[in-house]
Nanobody, 118 residues
């Protein structure tokens, strides 16, 4: 399985920007999709953005036009550039990697806190 380490979270004022990184290590072959999820207090974990190995991208409606997901396959790293942040973006952000190993296998990072103050 893949080990994922997120970084880049923090406290920012509304309207500000942050860039999250997710570095993958370990058994990293056959990673198909890398994604960012988030979970706010009292809410379910939700998909923020996902990018496939072929470069197809999907965003949650709430972040379209503000967030950009990217992936550096040579570095086994995914990024989430977050601009125009809003207080409602406050959550723990988790990196996810999906591998095709006979069946789909999901790995998760430990999460990084993003807090947006109004």
């Amino acid at each position: 399985q893949v080990q994922l380490v997120e970084s880049g979270g923090g406290l920012v004022q509304a309207g500000g920007s942050l860039r999250l990184s997710c570095a993958a290590s370990g058994i990293i072959f056959r990673i198909t999709t890398m994604a960012w999820y988030r979970q706010a207090p009292g809410k379910q974990r939700e998909l923020v953005a996902a990018i496939t190995s072929g470069g197809s991208i999907n965003y949650a409606d709430s972040v379209k036009g503000r967030f950009t997901i990217s992936r550096d396959n040579a570095k086994n790293t995914a990024y989430l550039q977050m601009n125009s942040l809003k207080p409602e973006d406050t959550a723990v952000y988790y990196c996810n990697a999906r591998q095709l190993l006979g069946s789909n296998v999901d790995s998760w990072g430990q999460g990084t806190q993003v807090t947006v103050s109004s």
